[in-house]
């Protein structure tokens, strides 16, 4: 059977309960909610976690706002990726030190903490873990919650750059039609054939598959076995000897499917940051729909 290659980056809520205690250990809150509209040029209304950190969150833990304070504000569009010095500040101004092991949740889905875990790769820092199945299992099994600000002292982040785990347009266009590629729509199926166009023209990155991050998650929104993650990816063609492309809306699930990669040992594997945000409304780049 097929097992993860670093289980060490993701931990359980029980092992977490046990270990609260521990005195390098940092949690943070990670979510963002997302609002729908029907405007195709903003399709969603971003909304900040901390309010729903401040009424309940995992004793100890501090909050990461990833629009607020992770994002490159001057961006015209939502959850850009600063340069990675500046996010390597970011970081250590939320209190993460070289010396921490770092626990990163969410609520409802697991894909804004894998976005800070992914962010977090790309400045070279990998001491940080995923708890599985986030605050929904831990609120499910009755951990103790707490509505009490925990002050964190800025820490220090030496940077160790990976620029790679993030591509741009360019990049995804050029993997078009590379035999050594493989793009990776993380989208729900009908995003993917083009019956919604909430983000702009509808339809997918030509010559992208499709593995919806959503779907692969187990009904109770804990990671799926190795085994299973392996098996869905070798069905689109996802082979570990070429370079892997993941993208969504912008750039949030598709670190949902990195990380699962990254977890099977696949060694080229990057996001595009902007996504379909950016894609779908820039008509000089290809899309198809089924």
Not at 189 to 211: M, Q
Request: with cysteine; glycine share 8%.
């Amino acid at each position: 059977m097929t097992a993860y290659k670093f289980p060490e980056a993701i931990v359980t809520t029980n092992w977490l309960a046990q270990n609260l205690d521990t005195p390098n250990l940092r949690i943070f809150d990670c979510t963002t909610s997302l609002e729908m509209s029907d405007n195709p040029k903003h399709p969603y209304r971003i909304v900040s976690g901390r309010a729903g950190f401040e009424t309940a969150h995992i004793p100890g833990a501090g909050f990461l706002d990833l629009q607020g304070d992770l994002s490159d504000r001057n961006s015209r569009l939502a959850f850009t990726m600063p340069t990675l010095p500046a996010l390597a500040d970011a970081f250590a101004r939320a209190g993460i030190d070289d010396g921490h092991r770092v626990i990163l949740y969410s609520r409802t889905n697991p894909q804004w903490a894998t976005r800070i875990w992914w962010m977090l790769r790309a400045i070279g820092f990998d001491n940080a873990a995923i708890l599985d199945g986030g605050w929904d299992k831990w609120q499910a099994e009755g951990h103790p919650a707490s509505d009490s600000d925990t002050p964190m002292p800025a820490g220090n982040i030496t940077l160790r750059a990976r620029p790679d785990v993030f591509t741009d347009k360019n990049g995804v266009a050029d993997a078009i039609g590379n035999p050594q590629c493989c793009t990776i729509n993380a989208l729900s199926p009908d995003l993917h054939a083009g019956k919604d166009g909430r983000y702009g023209r509808p339809g997918r990155i030509a010559g992208s598959v499709n593995v919806p991050a959503s779907d692969i998650l187990n009904a109770d929104q804990t990671l799926p076995t190795a085994q299973v993650a392996a098996d869905t990816f070798k069905s689109v063609g996802a082979d570990t000897s070429k370079r892997i492309i993941l993208y969504c809306g912008g750039g949030i699930w598709a670190t949902m499917d990195a990380f699962l990669l990254h977890q099977l040992g696949y060694e080229n594997v990057t996001v595009y940051d902007a996504s379909m945000s950016e894609w779908a409304n820039d008509k000089s780049l290809p899309m198809e729909v089924d």
